[in-house]
């Protein structure tokens, strides 16, 4: 068993920068992949970026590519996503989320089992 907890939401102007933390408790370590997702408004998860237990892979949607960069500090159990340049389609709910073993290309959240509470991001123009 895996505890997520986010934190470092808020609220954003167009072109600012936001940095999200996710804490990790329990059984933890570089066990797990962790990625983060987002929701908007009555969709489903949306898969932003994804982390290696080593954190040597990343892999990322398109829609943040050059902005987001997901990073982890297994000595802290803490994984980050640096969100620069932010835009108004970026406002969501963010989740970050693990899962077993060290495949960084999955980007579905059923591939996910552990998921913390999520934390609101929300971007003016």
């Known amino acids: 068993q895996v505890q997520l907890v986010e934190s470092g939401g808020g609220l954003a102007q167009a072109g600012d920068s936001l940095r999200l933390s996710c804490a990790a408790s329990?059984?933890?370590?570089?066990?797990?992949?962790m990625g983060w997702f987002r929701r908007f408004s009555g969709k489903e998860h949306e898969f932003v970026a994804a982390?290696?237990?080593?954190?040597?892979?990343?892999y990322y949607t398109d829609s943040v590519k050059g902005r987001f960069t997901i990073s982890r500090d297994n000595d802290k159990n803490t994984v980050y996503l640096q969100m620069n340049s932010l835009k108004p389609e970026d406002t969501a709910v963010y989740y970050c989320?693990?899962?077993?073993?060290?495949?960084?290309?999955?980007?579905?959240?059923?591939?996910?089992?552990?998921w913390g509470q999520g934390t609101q991001v929300t971007v003016s123009s």
């Open positions: 989320a693990a899962r077993p073993g060290d495949y960084v290309r999955a980007w579905w959240a059923g591939g996910y089992d552990y």
């Open positions: 329990g059984r933890t370590g570089s066990t797990y992949t």
């Open positions: 982390i290696s237990r080593s954190g040597t892979s990343t």
